[in-house]
């Protein structure tokens, strides 16, 4: 069962305009959230991280957004530039469990000029 | 500072033979972890060592192994390879085994083919 998932595969937006990547999860025991950004040919890249305590941070043009009653997590890039053009790619982790990361499937993002 | 060094960046096994990767945590990280990339599965948690111990282990079978060395590099292996292995391997170090913050950092990977 995935316990992390990202439903939309790809999202296309206008360069300028707001990117909104989403995550589910289903495991209460998930307390902290990462987005990292991922190129072909490369690792991921961290990008911001959530605690479960919060419910939003921001960082530059990312913010992440935490609904813990939804268990649901959200990335806003803005404004989107063509750079962003990657994957992204959810991540939990629980306390009990070290630096296990459990990812999601990953959204691809085209931000077109 | 070094990012996190893994080897080789490209291989193809045979079926049925075994494949050693190597990897290199950035300089005073104690945790690493190995995930594998395949298009249908997204990136999986293999196992996680910590100060040469094995702390965490994904849901894989008994052919993919993994240790590490005093000096915190880690090596992974896969016996008698069946097709389905193919991926990119990658390796994540951390100075911390809490697995917060921004201190997760990943190398590029090793890509294996199995033919």
């Known amino acids: 069962d995935q316990q992390v998932k990202q439903n939309s595969p790809s999202l296309s937006v206008q360069e300028g305009r707001i990117s909104i990547l989403n995550c589910d999860y289903t495991?209460?025991?998930?307390?902290?959230f990462l987005w990292y950004k991922k190129y072909p040919a490369e690792g991921p890249t961290f990008l911001i991280s959530i605690s479960s305590i919060k419910d939003k941070n921001e960082d530059g043009r990312f913010t992440v957004f935490l609904n813990k009653s939804a268990k649901h997590l959200s990335l806003h890039i803005v404004p989107s530039q063509p750079g962003d053009s990657a994957v992204y790619f959810c991540?939990?982790?629980?306390?009990?469990?070290?630096?296990?990361?459990?990812f999601g499937g990953g959204t691809r993002l085209m931000v077109k000029p | 500072k070094a990012g996190v060094t893994q080897t080789p960046r490209y291989l193809i096994k045979t079926r049925g033979q075994q494949v050693t990767l190597s990897c290199s945590p950035i300089?005073?990280?104690?945790?690493v972890s190995w995930y594998q990339q395949t298009p249908g599965q997204g990136l999986q948690f293999l196992f996680e060592?910590?100060?040469?111990?094995?702390?965490n282990k994904g849901n894989f079978p008994g052919r993919f192994s993994g240790r590490q060395f005093s000096n915190s590099r880690s090596e992974m292996n896969v016996s008698t390879l069946e097709l389905g292995d193919s991926a990119l391997y990658l390796c994540?170090?951390?100075?911390?085994?809490?697995?917060?913050?921004?201190?997760?950092?990943f190398g590029e990977g090793s890509w294996l083919t199995v033919v």
């Open positions: 495991n209460s025991m998930f307390d902290y």
């Open positions: 300089s005073g990280h104690r945790s």
């Open positions: 060592y910590f100060s040469e111990t094995q702390r």
């Open positions: 991540a939990a982790s629980a306390l009990y469990a070290g630096n296990m990361l459990t």
């Open positions: 994540a170090s951390s100075p911390t085994g809490t697995g917060r913050g921004n201190t997760i950092y």
